[in-house]
């Protein structure tokens, strides 16, 4: 099983409020993602980070901002929740050994701004 | 653009039955494909990695096969079980510069019943 963690699992907020999704591995890898995925839809990159101090926003257009401090640490953040922001949010890592990098997921958080 | 369709979206069988899983991609100028599984609320876990010089790859009960040239990739299940219910994702990589992109199906949601 793989050790990447995220907390809270389910998150009820209300429209306005800073949020902070946090994603933690302990496989000291490199690589980490966040994609977003709504039900029955395909799962979309929105961050990404190739190491420490490293952050690249994904395919889809998103208002989160993401940092990395630590090689184990990779949170993300809306600073003003909407109901657009209703969605899952999975982290990812990998051991980046070039284009067969293996991703491992932690369990997500389910987010919904009333 | 890439797309991934994955058809059916949803499938339900009955225990023991050997049953197929279906995926297409638009672009087939890809580097690997892969196949994953993601349990209700939870993340996604790996099951196979198809290299794009490959024409299958085998793990237990499960086979994936690839025709690159079509367009299609095939989830083979052995002798399904209960345990077997989730939703199955496939995901192909392309490479865009000197990057690489992994485009996802939606899914199928497979139900096997006892």
């Known amino acids: 099983e793989a050790d990447i963690y995220q907390t809270p699992r389910y998150l009820v907020i209300g429209t306005g409020k800073k949020i902070t999704l946090e994603c933690s591995q302990t496989m000291g890898h490199d690589k980490m993602y966040w994609y977003q995925q709504d039900p029955g839809m395909e799962l979309h990159l929105i961050h990404y980070?190739?190491?420490?101090?490293?952050?690249e926003k994904g395919d889809l257009s998103s208002e989160s901002t993401v940092s990395r401090i630590r090689t184990e640490h990779f949170p993300l953040t809306l600073e003003s929740a909407r109901p657009s922001h209703t969605s899952q949010y999975l982290c990812?890592?990998?051991?980046?050994?070039?284009?067969?990098?293996?991703?491992?997921f932690g369990s997500g958080t389910q987010l919904s701004v009333l | 653009k890439q797309e991934v369709t994955q058809i059916p979206a949803a499938l339900s069988v009955p225990e023991g039955e050997n049953l197929v899983l279906n995926c297409s991609f638009t672009?087939?100028?890809?580097?690997?494909l892969q196949w994953f599984r993601q349990d209700p609320g939870k993340g996604l876990t790996s099951l196979l990695l198809i290299q794009s010089s490959q024409r299958e790859q085998t793990s237990g009960r499960l086979n994936a096969s690839l025709d690159k040239s079509s367009g299609r990739s095939t989830l083979y299940i052995a002798a399904s079980q209960p345990g077997d219910s989730a939703t199955y994702l496939c995901a192909v990589r392309v490479i865009t510069g000197t990057a690489s992109k992994l485009t996802f199906g939606t899914g199928t949601r497979l139900q096997v019943t006892l």
């Open positions: 672009d087939s100028a890809i580097y690997n």
């Open positions: 980070s190739y190491g420490v101090n490293s952050t």
């Open positions: 990812a890592s990998s051991e980046y050994k070039g284009l067969n990098e293996k991703l491992f």
